[in-house]
């Protein structure tokens, strides 16, 4: 009768199981398609690193903060893992008793295999002993919500993560009374070996004979085996419905992460599409939406968010909630989705626009960076940015509805080829009397030097071009500028959502560029490089680019640059965060700085990967800001925090940024100057 019973319950929990994720099956075939079934063995091998390695969780470059909650993580998912085996065991045992998988008889594997179930059992207990902790002692924000950004998420009741937490410790204990019950309720010689590779389980058992005998065991033992597969049928059927989804779509989101580089956009066909931006819930792509599902909720990516720092409306994880939420109050409406008919003139939508007053905040878009520090602290992969861009590219090109500020933007880049606004035949004014040829000059050069507006036309920038070019000439490197040739590469439209003013503005470059037959092209500027490097290959622009620090750290390598001993100096570096998170350009600028006799280099908390934005990036170098919800202000007070005598740089953008957080603290170029690298580098030569 038992046995029938437990079937029963199996088929019930399995029956609502299917419907579940039947439904959100369904949803992912609804909406808007994207190629993500290349490169097999590469996504194996990311499945590989980010998920039984769980390598985000416990990459010793992770602020402190987040690595006590990363080896929870840790332990208690490698508890599952080799615990799955003992699961197996003791639903099958429902049928047929004592069930064993192949060679898992204690006289083979099994009797390692349960001993380290035993010991993992008492690990997955530490851990969830720590998670109680957090969730019902220290309230830390990163579970609760940060304010104001996740004021919505703080309201609401976090009885689902003690009811999860409480299920996981109840598999461990339930497996210990159901080992141990089952050591003492029999005899033998088999019994006697399984006793000697479950300590723990020993102990229990001993526990529940010396209480009542061998009677006591076996009915501890039965009904421990009825709790602990109860559980786990009750427990696999909140995960659909709860932030716990993440336990089945983990492997499937990691696995069809995107292999393009992550500083490239998606290109829009702008000829062809029926939308040009998303605003409704189904214009998202499937494996958006499969980041929806996602998400769990740790607070990672909200923790590292620049804009949720410094206390604006953005909260990445706030912002992936609101849709996945609204995702599944119309799961239904989705999954009625009609085909989109071949000579259809508008595109089908489900529900309302999301974007706006209903549901995510202008503001909440305008505020994101696009440093992807949410992105780099995500555990199973979710990609914010792209879907931030698509947002606001509803808001650009299908509403006309932006910052003000931006206006002014547009027009300067579309009528003086430069966000700055300056007329474009100053362009090549930095370079007066340094006699740096153009490629109408010298069309063989084999490197473009690609200067970028900010090194173009801001005064303070200029500094940087001039000492590259120090460096360039004294290496003996071979190479041209553009001169008035040189316009906009169009970064910032792209990353604000004017998507038609940045591919006009890319096929104008590439055509100059390709017009010379360029291959090699250097940059100082990490938006250059990023979208040289990564964006022009969608518009026939192929090219080797290289940032400026990574050729100076080749040259100093090769020997064509020595330094003179300039006295005792200590600086920190500030990682861009499209040269360091989007590019993987950590190393060459220290390189650099530890290669001058007499500089120290010291790191903040905050760096490399993890570095914290300047706060320009993402259109944000254009747009206004509250002067108390400035980002470049705490990333000063942390540069501040190492005590340097010099801030080092490697973008103009974090040039501006930093210089003028280091003003509003008081301190003045004399006295703690922000330099850039090619600065302190051309100061340091022989």
Sequence with gaps: ?????????????????????????????????????????????????????????????????????????????????????????????????????PLLSVDMLGGPYLLLKDLVQIAVLISISYAFYRWLVSHPARLYGYAPAEDRLRGQSHGEAVLILGFIATIMLSGYFYDGGHLYAHQGAEIDKERMWQPISNLVGSMLFDLGGSGLAQNASNAAWWVHNLVILVFVNLLPVSKHFHIITAV???????????????????????????????????????????CTECGRCSSHCP????????????????????LYDNEGAVMQTPELAADAQEPVTVGENIVGDSLIH???????TSCRACEEACPVLIEYVDKIVDMRRHLVQEE????????RTFKAMETQGNPW???????????????????????????????????????????????????????????????????????????????????????????????????????????CFNTLRNDYPQFNGNYEVIHATELVDHLIKQ??????????????????????????????????????????????????RFGMCCGAGGGRMWME???????????????????????????????????????????????????DVMEIVAASMK
């Design 307 to 326: 804009a949720t720092i410094s206390g604006k409306e953005l909260a990445p994880r706030q912002l992936m909630l609101n849709l996945r939420d609204y």
């Design 1 to 101: 009768m038992s046995t029938l019973i437990f079937l029963l319950c199996i088929a019930v929990a399995v029956g609502i199981l299917g419907r579940t994720l039947y439904r959100r099956y369904t949803v992912l075939t609804k909406v808007a398609a994207v190629p993500r079934f290349d490169r097999i063995g590469e996504r194996i091998q990311a499945v590989l690193i980010y998920v039984f390695g769980q390598k985000k969780f416990v990459t010793p470059e992770q602020p402190a903060a987040d690595k006590g909650a990363g080896w929870m993580h840790f332990f208690i998912f490698w508890g599952f893992s080799i615990l799955a085996v003992q699961v197996i065991h003791m639903f099958v045992r429902g049928f047929v008793p004592g069930f064993t998988l």
């Design 625 to 675: 800001e509250d002067a108390d919800k400035r980002v470049n202000l705490t990333r000063v007070e942390q540069a501040l925090e190492t005590n340097p005598d010099t801030v080092a740089v490697a973008c103009p953008f974090c040039m501006t940024m930093i210089d003028d957080g280091l003003k509003a603290k008081g301190k003045e170029e004399d006295e703690l100057p922000a330099l």
């Design 252 to 294: 499937p989101n990691v696995f069809f992460k995107k292999l393009e580089p992550v500083g490239s956009l998606s290109k829009q066909e702008l000829e062809t599409s029926l939308s040009f931006g998303t605003s409704y819930v189904n214009q998202f792509t499937w494996k958006q939406v499969l980041d929806m599902y996602s």
């Design 400 to 407: 006309a509805r932006f910052p003000a500020e931006l206006t």
């Design 362 to 368: 202008d503001d909440v878009l305008w505020a994101c």
């Design 421 to 527: 606004g300056v007329d474009a035949s100053e362009r090549g004014d930095w370079a007066e009397g340094l006699e740096v040829p153009t490629m109408a000059e010298n069309p063989d050069a084999e490197y473009l030097y690609f200067v970028g507006c900010a090194s173009s036309f801001d005064d303070r920038n200029k500094r940087t071009a001039q000492s590259l070019v120090k460096i360039l000439k004294s290496a003996g490197v071979d190479f041209a500028i553009l001169g008035s040739e040189e316009t906009c590469n169009g970064e910032t439209a792209r990353r604000i959502g004017n998507e038609y003013l940045f591919q006009s503005m890319a096929e104008m470059t590439v055509e100059v560029l390709n017009g010379y037959s360029v291959k090699k092209v250097i940059t100082n500027c990490p938006h």
């Design 559 to 608: 020997g064509k640059l020595e330094f003179a001993a300039n006295g005792e100096k200590s600086i920190t570096y500030h990682d861009s965060c499209y040269l360091a998170r989007y590019n993987d350009v950590l190393d060459a600028p220290r390189n650099i700085l530890e290669s001058i006799p007499g500089v120290s280099l010291v790191e903040m908390e905050r760096s490399g």
